[in-house]
């Protein structure tokens, strides 16, 4: 049973008539209501809001319950104001729901509401902590063009149609853990001052988020999108560690650092840096130029990997499942290798990946056998000849046989990977052999014309013999 207004007894649905009037005329603009596990029919709630509307046309509420109540069809709560906290939790939509252009000033919570069919908060204004946890969306959500100046959290969240977040605004954090999207979803325009958080997220059919601007991270660990998914954004972190997706996945980023360690995609994975700002948004002062640092590709599986313009100098490759379908387009950078002062010169080093940079301490001491770095080397060297990186491969390639130099269990073969080194770089270093051929060159014109100059000294010594024997 619920109570209209503090100090008024019994359950309003159910006063008399006269009760009823009084309790209606008793009604003032901020006053605080109740109406706890209370069924509210239409004209009660029609009531109570009339009596609350203030000279700005909009119904104000001071402290306002409705945890567990069942309010009817279409119900109509769009414009009103709540001045105080207000709790929903438990509570029951049995049709559509409009908040549109709501006024929540305090503390708002939604936890394990059951909404029946369509509900709408578009340009509603929550000014405080807002929560949606483990409420139930039977039908379409809209929240286009709503704003957050707290957290707002949708853990839990059951969304069985379509959300829609456009062009919405989070004071703080989007945290949205856990939640489930079973239709269409899209995040368009959306500004996050914090974290986008969908972490264990469940996306039925497909994913669009962005364009968005995150201030913080992008997290979406361990989520699931069915149908593909699509993140084009400007973010500090994007991580998508043991992320599943059946179906094609893009990811169009600037100022991101990029990790998709253990991730699983079904069909194609593009990355790609966007030059440009994302307009509408506003970025935050980030230096650089906007690229994506892509920081583990580790166990990843994909039908086909696709980089574009991405920073892979601190990227980890081990573990990768296909490392013959990688792509590699426009200015991708790889770490390099360091220099040995004596092997100084000109030009870009030799480029490497940073696994290889991470294993360089414990080289000495590589057991002898296999190597997995080998291995993937002559993969992407293979890769990188297909996508037209001549050089790239030619690096790889370079790479792959000085690992198994260093790993080779055979004493002869490792020989000769050590001569083949010293004299020619593996075939691919030919200033190497042409540097080996000038001086084997040198050597032998040096001992033919020591020869020639000793052959020269004997004979002339010949000949003074024999006019002194004459």
């Known amino acids: 049973m619920g109570r209209a207004v503090d100090g008024s007894g019994g359950c309003p649905a159910h006063l008399s008539p006269d009760d009823f009037g009084r309790f209606v005329d008793s009604l003032r603009p901020g006053a605080d209501v109740d109406l706890r596990g209370v069924t509210v029919p239409a004209w009660l709630l029609d009531a109570v809001?009339?009596?609350?509307?203030?000279?700005?046309?909009?119904?104000?509420?001071?402290?306002?319950?409705?945890?567990?109540?069942?309010?009817?069809?279409?119900?109509?709560?769009?414009?009103?104001?709540?001045?105080?906290?207000?709790?929903?939790?438990?509570?029951?939509?049995?049709?559509?729901?409009?908040?549109?252009?709501?006024?929540?000033?305090?503390?708002?919570?939604?936890?394990?509401?059951?909404?029946?069919?369509?509900?709408?908060?578009?340009?509603?204004?929550?000014?405080?902590?807002?929560?949606?946890?483990?409420?139930?969306?039977?039908?379409?959500?809209?929240?286009?063009?709503?704003?957050?100046?707290?957290?707002?959290?949708?853990?839990?969240?059951?969304?069985?149609?379509?959300?829609?977040?456009?062009?919405?605004?989070?004071?703080?954090?989007?945290?949205?853990?856990?939640?489930?999207?079973?239709?269409?979803?899209?995040?368009?325009?959306?500004?996050?001052?914090?974290?986008?958080?969908?972490?264990?997220?469940?996306?039925?059919?497909?994913?669009?988020?962005?364009?968005?601007?995150?201030?913080?991270?992008?997290?979406?660990?361990?989520?699931?999108?069915?149908?593909?998914?699509?993140?084009?954004?400007?973010?500090?972190?994007?991580?998508?560690?043991?992320?599943?997706?059946?179906?094609?996945?893009?990811?169009?980023?600037?100022?991101?650092?990029?990790?998709?360690?253990?991730?699983?995609?079904?069909?194609?994975l593009c990355i790609r840096s966007l030059a440009h700002r994302i307009q509408g948004l506003a970025e935050p002062s980030w230096p650089g130029r906007g690229s994506v640092r892509l920081t583990s590709l580790r166990r990843v599986d994909a039908k086909r990997i696709q980089l574009i313009d991405v920073d892979l100098s601190g990227c980890g490759f081990l573990g990768l499942r296909r490392p013959d379908t990688l792509r590699i387009t426009g200015d991708c950078t790889f770490a390099t290798a360091p220099r040995r002062r004596s092997w100084a010169r000109r030009g870009p080093g030799r480029a490497v990946l940073a696994d290889d940079l991470d294993h360089a301490a414990a080289d000495t001491g590589t057991a002898r056998g296999d190597d997995p770095l080998a291995a993937l080397y002559c993969d992407l060297a293979r890769a990188s000849a297909d996508s037209g990186h001549r050089r790239l491969a030619r690096d790889f390639r370079y790479s792959a046989l000085e690992r198994r130099r260093r790993s080779e269990p055979a004493p002869w073969r490792r020989w000769g990977l050590h001569l083949l080194w010293i004299t020619c770089g593996y075939g691919l270093k030919g200033g190497r052999a042409v540097a080996w051929l000038a001086i084997i060159v040198a050597l032998v014109c040096s001992g033919a014309t020591l020869l020639h100059h000793d052959n020269r000294h004997e004979a002339v010594r010949v000949i003074h013999l024999d006019g002194d024997n004459t």
């Open 49 to 268: 809001l009339d009596a609350l509307t203030g000279p700005d046309g909009r119904p104000h509420l001071g402290r306002t319950r409705f945890d567990r109540a069942v309010l009817p069809s279409d119900a109509a709560l769009r414009g009103f104001c709540v001045e105080g906290d207000s709790s929903f939790d438990g509570a029951c939509f049995l049709g559509g729901a409009s908040f549109y252009d709501a006024r929540f000033f305090g503390n708002v919570s939604f936890r394990g509401a059951r909404f029946g069919r369509n509900v709408s908060f578009h340009a509603a204004r929550f000014h405080r902590h807002a929560s949606f946890e483990e409420a139930v969306f039977a039908e379409d959500a809209l929240f286009g063009e709503a704003g957050w100046l707290a957290d707002a959290s949708f853990r839990h969240t059951v969304f069985m149609g379509a959300a829609c977040f456009d062009r919405a605004r989070f004071g703080r954090d989007a945290a949205m853990q856990a939640a489930c999207f079973g239709g269409a979803v899209s995040f368009k325009r959306v500004q996050v001052t914090r974290h986008a958080r969908f972490e264990r997220t469940k996306f039925r059919c497909g994913a669009w988020l962005g364009p968005l601007v995150a201030g913080g991270r992008i997290g979406l660990a361990d989520s699931t999108a069915h149908g593909g998914l699509r993140v084009h954004a400007a973010a500090r972190y994007v991580t998508a560690r043991g992320a599943t997706v059946h179906g094609e996945a893009d990811f169009r980023l600037r100022h991101t650092e990029l990790d998709l360690e253990d991730a699983d995609f079904d069909g194609t």
